[in-house]
C-alpha cells in the first residue's frame, strides 16, 4: 500500500518532499522506489521479449520487505466501534425512560469506560468517533461531470440465457466512462479474481489506453478486509495492476451505489437492452456474437474515440500471474489446475516453480526458466512437449512410436511412421534431427524433415525398404503355401 501510494504521488508530478509530507514515508525510501519504478519502467519498454516482460511486470508490482518488529496494531479497532456504539444506544434507551436529564455520560466517562474494559486508545480519538456516530443528517447528492479520461467505473452484474435448451447463468463484467457515455461489458461464467482482471486488461488494451481514476465498490475482489468503520484493506493483486499501469484505486462508501451510478445504470442498461427481448439461442458462440454487436450499436452516440486521445499511455500487456509449487512425477510431467503439462526429463522427481496466467504457464528452478505451456481450458488433460524426452527416446527408441508426445503432433507421427520406423537406427535418426534443432519451433521442424525426405537419398532408401519389405512377404507366403500343400498331401495318403 505504501509503496502503491508513493508511485502514484510521484505519478502526480509531486515532489519527493510534498510525498514525505503526505505520506510521512522518508525521503530516501521515496526516492528509492521512485527510481526502480523509473528504470523498471524503461526497460520494459525497450524490450520486446515476452519473458522479461513478464520478469519486469513482476518486479514492478512486488512488494516492499518492512520490517514489522515495532509495528503496533491500529487503535480504532471493528471491537471498539461495537462497544462504542452499545454505548450509545444505552444512552439513547437512558434518555426515553428518564426523559430529560443531567445524568447523560460525558465523552471523558465514555472513554474511562473502554480504558477500564481494558480498550487501549486515546480520550481524543474517542471524542472524534462519537461525533461522526451522533451525526445524523439527510444526505446530499452533488451532481458530478467529469473531462475525458478522469473516470472509469466497474461492476459486475448477472444475466440468465438459455443456450441449446438449458438455462445457464452468465455475468456482466461492466466498464462505463462518464465523460464519453461509453459501456462496455465482457461476459464471463464467475466473478473470480482472474476475471474481474481479465477484464479490465482486455479493455485497456481494447481502448488503447487507461483512466486515471477507477471507481469500484467493496466487491471482495477489490477490499479483501475492512479496518474499523472507514479504512479498507485492498486486494493485493489490485493494488499491483493500478500500480502497473499508473491509475488511482477509489472504493465506494458500503451500500453506496449511488457513488458509482453510471455503472449501476450501465449494468441495468446493457442487461435489458440486449437481453431482455433475446435471451434463447442455439449456441455460447452465437451468444458472444449476438452481445458484442449489439454492444456496438448502443454506443454508436457515444464520444469514447475522442476520449481515447486523453487515455494515459499504454504498456504491454500485463497478465497477473499465480504462483504455485509443483512436483514433477516419474513421467515428467506436473499437475496444474487438474491438467499435466510436461517438463525436460531431467527434472523428474523435483520440485518446480509454476507461474500461472490466464493463458499461459512459465516454469522455473532455482529461479532459472525452464519451459513454457498454453494453458489447457478442459480438465484431466495433457500438454506434453516431445524435446523434454529426447535422451529418453534415444535410450528406449521402441518407445518412441506409441508415445503420447509423438501422437500429439499428428503431422511429425505421420512423417516418422512413413520414413523413419523402419528400425531403431532409422528411429535414432529422427530424434536426433529433432535435438540438433531443439530450439526451433516444431513447425520448423516439420518443414526440416520435409526438406530432407524429398532428397534423393531418402527417396532410394525408402523405396529400397520397400521392395525388402515386398520381398519378405511374398517369401513368406510362399513358404505358408508349401506348408499348407504338405498338410494337405498328407491327409490325402491317410
Given at each position: 500500500?505504501?509503496?502503491?501510494?508513493?508511485?502514484?504521488?510521484?505519478?502526480?508530478?509531486?515532489?519527493?518532499?510534498?510525498?514525505?509530507?503526505?505520506?510521512?514515508?522518508?525521503?530516501?525510501?521515496?526516492?528509492?522506489?521512485?527510481?526502480?519504478?523509473?528504470?523498471?519502467?524503461?526497460?520494459?519498454?525497450?524490450?520486446?521479449?515476452?519473458l522479461?516482460?513478464?520478469?519486469?511486470?513482476?518486479?514492478?508490482?512486488?512488494?516492499?520487505?518492512?520490517?514489522?518488529?515495532?509495528?503496533?496494531?491500529?487503535?480504532?479497532?471493528?471491537?471498539?466501534?461495537?462497544?462504542?456504539?452499545?454505548?450509545?444506544k444505552?444512552?439513547?434507551k437512558?434518555?426515553?425512560?428518564?426523559g430529560?436529564?443531567?445524568?447523560?455520560?460525558?465523552?471523558?466517562?465514555?472513554h474511562?469506560?473502554?480504558?477500564?474494559?481494558?480498550?487501549?486508545i486515546?480520550?481524543?480519538?474517542?471524542?472524534?468517533?462519537?461525533?461522526?456516530?451522533?451525526?445524523?443528517h439527510?444526505?446530499?447528492?452533488?451532481?458530478?461531470?467529469?473531462?475525458?479520461?478522469?473516470?472509469?467505473?466497474?461492476?459486475?452484474?448477472?444475466?440468465?440465457?438459455?443456450?441449446?435448451?438449458?438455462?445457464?447463468?452468465?455475468?456482466?463484467?461492466?466498464?462505463?466512462?462518464?465523460?464519453?457515455?461509453?459501456?462496455?461489458?465482457?461476459?464471463?461464467?464467475?466473478?473470480?479474481?482472474?476475471?474481474?482482471?481479465?477484464?479490465?486488461?482486455?479493455?485497456?488494451?481494447?481502448?488503447?489506453?487507461?483512466?486515471?481514476?477507477?471507481?469500484?465498490?467493496?466487491?471482495?475482489?477489490?477490499?479483501?478486509k475492512?479496518?474499523?468503520?472507514?479504512?479498507?484493506?485492498?486486494?493485493?493483486?489490485?493494488?499491483?495492476?493500478?500500480?502497473?499501469?499508473?491509475?488511482?484505486?477509489?472504493?465506494?462508501?458500503?451500500?453506496?451505489?449511488?457513488?458509482?451510478?453510471?455503472?449501476?445504470?450501465?449494468?441495468?442498461?446493457?442487461?435489458?437492452?440486449?437481453?431482455?427481448?433475446?435471451?434463447?439461442?442455439?449456441?455460447?458462440?452465437?451468444?458472444?456474437?449476438?452481445?458484442?454487436?449489439?454492444?456496438?450499436?448502443?454506443?454508436?452516440?457515444?464520444?469514447?474515440?475522442?476520449?481515447?486521445?486523453?487515455?494515459?499511455?499504454?504498456?504491454?500487456?500485463?497478465?497477473?500471474?499465480?504462483?504455485?509449487?509443483?512436483?514433477?512425477?516419474?513421467?515428467?510431467?506436473?499437475?496444474?489446475?487438474?491438467?499435466?503439462?510436461?517438463?525436460?526429463?531431467?527434472?523428474?522427481?523435483?520440485?518446480?516453480?509454476?507461474?500461472?496466467?490466464?493463458?499461459d504457464?512459465?516454469?522455473?528452478?532455482?529461479?532459472?526458466?525452464?519451459?513454457?505451456?498454453?494453458?489447457?481450458?478442459?480438465?484431466?488433460?495433457?500438454?506434453?512437449?516431445?524435446?523434454?524426452?529426447?535422451?529418453?527416446?534415444?535410450?528406449?527408441?521402441?518407445?518412441?512410436?506409441?508415445?503420447?508426445?509423438?501422437?500429439?503432433?499428428?503431422?511429425?507421427?505421420?512423417?516418422?511412421?512413413?520414413?523413419?520406423?523402419?528400425?531403431?537406427?532409422?528411429?535414432?535418426?529422427?530424434?536426433?534431427?529433432?535435438?540438433?534443432?531443439?530450439?526451433?519451433?516444431?513447425?520448423?521442424?516439420?518443414?526440416?524433415?520435409?526438406?530432407?525426405?524429398?532428397?534423393?537419398?531418402?527417396?532410394?532408401?525408402?523405396?529400397?525398404?520397400?521392395?525388402?519389405?515386398?520381398?519378405i512377404?511374398?517369401?513368406?507366403?510362399?513358404?505358408?503355401?508349401?506348408?499348407?500343400?504338405?498338410?494337405?498331401?498328407?491327409?490325402?495318403?491317410?
Open positions: 500500500m505504501q509503496k502503491h501510494t508513493i508511485i502514484e504521488l510521484k505519478l502526480e508530478k509531486k515532489s519527493d518532499r510534498e510525498v514525505n509530507r503526505i505520506t510521512g514515508t522518508s525521503r530516501r525510501i521515496i526516492a528509492k522506489y521512485w527510481k526502480e519504478y523509473q528504470l523498471q519502467t524503461k526497460q520494459l519498454e525497450n524490450t520486446t521479449n515476452k522479461e516482460q513478464k520478469e519486469l511486470q513482476d518486479k514492478i508490482t512486488t512488494e516492499p520487505k518492512y520490517n514489522s518488529t515495532n509495528r503496533t496494531r491500529k487503535k480504532y479497532t471493528e471491537e471498539i466501534e461495537k462497544r462504542l456504539i452499545d454505548i450509545l444505552e444512552e439513547v437512558k434518555k426515553h425512560v428518564l430529560p436529564n443531567k445524568q447523560a455520560l460525558t465523552k471523558r466517562q465514555i474511562e469506560i473502554l480504558k477500564n474494559e481494558g480498550y487501549d486515546s480520550e481524543t480519538l474517542v471524542s472524534i468517533e462519537i461525533n461522526k456516530l451522533r451525526q445524523i439527510s444526505e446530499c447528492f452533488i451532481r458530478q461531470e467529469y473531462e475525458y479520461a478522469d473516470r472509469l467505473e466497474y461492476d459486475f452484474g448477472e444475466f440468465k440465457a438459455i443456450i441449446n435448451g438449458i438455462k445457464k447463468i452468465y455475468y456482466l463484467a461492466v466498464m462505463v466512462s462518464p465523460a464519453s457515455d461509453y459501456r462496455w461489458a465482457y461476459i464471463y461464467k464467475n466473478t473470480k479474481k482472474k476475471v474481474f482482471m481479465d477484464s479490465q486488461v482486455k479493455f485497456f488494451h481494447q481502448n488503447g489506453g487507461i483512466w486515471k481514476e477507477i471507481v469500484y465498490d467493496n466487491m471482495k475482489n477489490v477490499v479483501t475492512f479496518i474499523g468503520k472507514n479504512e479498507k484493506e485492498l486486494n493485493e493483486d489490485l493494488i499491483k495492476l493500478s500500480l502497473y499501469y499508473g491509475f488511482k484505486i477509489n472504493v465506494t462508501n458500503c451500500y453506496s451505489g449511488n457513488e458509482k451510478g453510471s455503472v449501476e445504470g450501465g449494468v441495468k442498461y446493457i442487461r435489458n437492452k440486449i437481453f431482455a427481448k433475446y435471451y434463447n439461442f442455439p449456441s455460447e458462440e452465437i451468444m458472444f456474437q449476438y452481445f458484442e454487436s449489439e454492444l456496438i450499436k448502443l454506443n454508436e452516440g457515444s464520444k469514447i474515440i475522442e476520449e481515447r486521445k486523453y487515455l494515459l499511455p499504454l504498456k504491454p500487456k500485463y497478465e497477473l500471474a499465480e504462483i504455485k509449487t509443483c512436483n514433477v512425477d516419474t513421467y515428467s510431467l506436473i499437475r496444474v489446475d487438474n491438467n499435466f503439462y510436461s517438463v525436460p526429463e531431467y527434472l523428474v522427481n523435483k520440485e518446480v516453480i509454476a507461474k500461472i496466467y490466464l493463458e504457464i512459465y516454469i522455473y528452478i532455482n529461479n532459472e526458466f525452464v519451459c513454457s505451456h498454453k494453458k489447457i481450458d478442459g480438465s484431466g488433460e495433457r500438454k506434453i512437449n516431445i524435446k523434454h524426452y529426447l535422451n529418453t527416446f534415444l535410450t528406449k527408441p521402441g518407445a518412441l512410436k506409441n508415445s503420447l508426445a509423438l501422437k500429439s503432433i499428428p503431422e511429425l507421427k505421420s512423417i516418422y511412421d512413413e520414413y523413419y520406423s523402419i528400425n531403431s537406427e532409422e528411429t535414432k535418426k529422427f530424434i536426433n534431427i529433432i535435438k540438433n534443432n531443439i530450439d526451433k519451433e516444431i513447425q520448423e521442424i516439420i518443414t526440416i524433415f520435409m526438406s530432407k525426405i524429398n532428397s534423393p537419398d531418402i527417396i532410394n532408401k525408402q523405396i529400397e525398404s520397400k521392395l525388402k519389405a515386398k520381398e512377404v511374398q517369401r513368406l507366403t510362399r513358404n505358408q503355401t508349401s506348408m499348407y500343400n504338405q498338410m494337405m498331401l498328407g491327409r490325402k495318403e491317410n
